[in-house]
């Protein structure tokens, strides 16, 4: 694999999107056995990421689960104070090769 999108480049890249680029990569898989690899992928990943486990993908990135403590804000309309409860919170740290990937492909367009 290249890292090349086949698909003509656009803001957003849908599940579907994903679902059709697969099955165009691997010829040998359906376009229902597709949609089943991403569905069980996603949920996969989802589900270990609900369970606070950290999620590393080498030249991708890696996806963890940031703990908020609970604080003390202010309501921005009236001034009250408000207590702002402890939250768990997604975060996402592109690898090496993506950061570098994105950043020459930024370049490109720029030019």
């Given at each position: 694999m290249d890292g090349t999108c086949a698909?003509?480049?656009s803001p957003t890249m849908t599940r579907s999107d994903l679902v059709e680029e697969l099955a165009a990569h691997f010829t040998q898989l359906s376009q229902t056995d597709a949609e089943?690899?991403?569905k069980v992928l996603l949920e996969s990943m989802g589900d270990?990421?609900?369970q606070g486990h950290r999620i590393e993908i080498r030249g991708f990135g890696s996806f963890t689960v940031n703990r908020r403590a609970p604080?003390?804000?202010r309501n921005p309309r009236n001034g009250d104070t408000v207590e702002v409860p402890e939250k768990r919170v997604l975060h996402f740290k592109p690898g090496k090769a993506l950061r570098e990937?994105?950043?020459?492909g930024s370049?490109?367009?720029?030019?």
């Open positions: 698909l003509t480049p089943y690899a991403v270990a990421l609900e604080r003390i804000g990937a994105v950043d020459q370049k490109g367009r720029s030019e």
